[in-house]
T-cell receptor, first 114, second 111 residues
Framework: DGGITQSPKYLFRKEGQNVTLSCEQNLNHDAMYWYRQDPGQGLRLIYYSQIVNDFQKGDIAEGYSVSREKKESFPLTVTSAQKNPTAFYLC?????????????FGPGTRLTVT | QKEVEQNSGPLSVPEGAIASLNCTYSDRGSQSFFWYRQYSGKSPELIMFIYSNGDKEDGRFTAQLNKASQYVSLLIRDSQPSDSATYLCADRPGGGNKLTFGTGTQLKVEL
């Protein structure tokens, strides 16, 4: 079964703690993306990676960090510097063989920071 | 900042009617446009994409693109209650590898 997995589905943390969200894909896609969605809002791009060991900042990268050591994995760390981290986090992937806009999404992680 | 604008709705249509969802974009350099459907509490899924002016049909869905007016629309024929969801419009500004999403239009199909 090919797809994108994100874990955990729900995550609760205290303010001031860093937290890492997992994203794994077995679609053999080159590009991976992290988005954030707030209630009633569209998706905002945090970071993206088009190839292993390379990634670029999106529109709202402050307070977040990523790594891309393997093609299949693109973890996102929400640091204590992120001022408003509570949100729905979505990971997506796409392949260069089709349009990069044809993205496949994981089920998402809901992060609550109190 | 390149933008994609959508009416947030909700747009209510009776079952069996045509639902018309609209989107405008600001980047004249955008070459490709996408419609994603997002059920409440779930992640988005791609339902249509369009590159050329005119209409593109896929089953009950038709995407329409007018680059001169910077306007994209999605028509859903014979709307079903299962079509009730938020529809996100996105473009790929400047031919890059990133998408810009609108805030989405909530569609409610009523029995």
């Amino acid at each position: 079964d090919g797809g994108i997995t994100q874990s955990p589905k729900y995550l609760f943390r205290k303010e001031g703690q860093n937290v890492t969200l997992s994203c794994e894909q077995n679609l053999n896609h080159d590009a991976m993306y992290w988005y954030r969605q707030d209630p009633g809002q569209g998706l905002r791009l945090i970071y993206y990676s088009q190839i292993v060991n390379d990634f670029q900042k999106g529109d709202i990268a402050e307070g977040y960090s990523v790594s891309r050591e393997k093609k299949e994995s693109f973890p996102l760390t929400v640091t204590s510097a992120q001022k408003n981290p509570t949100a729905f986090y979505l990971c997506a992937s796409s392949t260069a063989r089709i349009d990069p806009g044809e993205q496949y999404f994981g089920p998402g992680t809901r992060l609550t920071v109190t | 900042q390149k933008e994609v604008e959508q009416n947030s709705g909700p747009l209510s249509v009776p079952e069996g009617a045509i639902a018309s969802l609209n989107c405008t974009y600001s980047d004249r350099g955008s070459q490709s446009f996408f419609w994603y459907r997002q059920y409440s509490g779930k992640s988005p899924e791609l339902i249509m994409f369009i590159y050329s002016n005119g209409d593109k049909e896929d089953g009950r869905f038709t995407a329409q693109l007018n680059k001169a007016s910077q306007y994209v629309s999605l028509l859903i024929r014979d709307s079903q209650p299962s079509d009730s969801a938020t529809y996100l419009c996105a473009d790929r500004p400047g031919g890059g590898n990133k998408l810009t999403f609108g805030t989405g239009t909530q569609l409610k199909v009523e029995l």
